[in-house]
């Protein structure tokens, strides 16, 4: 099956403890993101990279970082987590081109920050 | 800044009435999608649309790109309580930046 895959689904951690949220795809995607979803502001992307080794800022990358090694992962990790950070995350990917492919997104993990 | 302004951003309506969400910006798009989320999970891909006027049908749901692609419309016929959920808009600028509305939560009552 066809799908984008996140780990954990929930986390509650303390602030200043590293982590890292998993992301990976099975369907050769070129293009994969990160996004939090806040109530009332909607999606906001955090990076996206568009190939292996590959990556850039999106709108809200400040505490973030992301690393491309291969094709089919995409780690999001949080360095210092501050409670700022609470959120719901989603990975997503879709194939390269003319921007008119659209994403698969992950089932999402929520974080909390205490 | 771009934006893409989505309504209206509740709707709660009795199961078999008809309903209309509007995405609109000042932004031209190359296409622009729609996608539903539920509760606890990812947006998923409703539809894609390309060209300017063009009108997509999926079983009750009718999506219509406006003729200068800036705008664009979902219309649901006869809705149902699974259309319930959260629907997004979200707008192609290039290859990489993709522009979203803040969602539209749907409330379908038995």
């Known amino acids: 099956e066809a799908q984008v895959t996140q780990n954990p689904r929930y986390l509650i951690t303390v602030t200043g403890k590293k982590l890292t949220v998993t992301c990976s795809q099975n369907?050769?995607?070129?293009?994969m993101s990160w996004y939090r979803q806040d109530p009332g502001l909607g999606l906001r992307q955090i990076y996206y990279?568009?190939?292996?080794?590959?990556?850039d800022k999106g709108d809200v990358p400040e505490g973030y970082k992301v690393s491309r090694k291969e094709k089919r992962n995409f780690p999001l990790i949080l360095e210092s987590p501050s409670p700022n950070q609470t959120s719901l995350y989603f990975c997503?990917?879709?194939?390269?081109?003319?921007?008119?492919?659209?994403?698969?997104f992950g089932s999402g993990t929520r974080l909390t920050v205490v | 800044t771009q934006l893409l302004e989505q309504s209206p951003q509740f709707l709660s309506i009795q199961e078999g009435e008809n309903l209309t969400v509007y995405c609109n910006s000042s932004?031209?798009?190359?296409?622009l999608q729609w996608y539903r989320q539920e509760p606890g999970e990812g947006p998923v891909l409703l539809v894609t649309?390309?060209?300017g006027g063009e009108v997509k049908k999926l079983k009750r749901l009718t999506f219509q790109f406006g003729d200068a692609r800036k705008d664009s419309s979902l219309h649901i016929t006869a809705a149902q309580p699974g259309d319930t959920g959260l629907y997004l808009c979200?707008?192609?600028?290039?290859?990489?930046?993709?522009?979203w509305g803040a969602g539209t939560k749907l409330i379908i009552k038995p």
């Open positions: 649309v390309v060209t």
């Open positions: 369907m050769n995607h070129e293009y």
């Open positions: 932004s031209v798009f190359s296409s």
């Open positions: 997503a990917s879709r194939l390269q081109g003319a921007g008119n492919y659209g994403y698969t």
């Open positions: 990279s568009m190939n292996v080794e590959v990556t």
């Open positions: 979200a707008g192609s600028l290039s290859n990489y930046q993709l522009i």
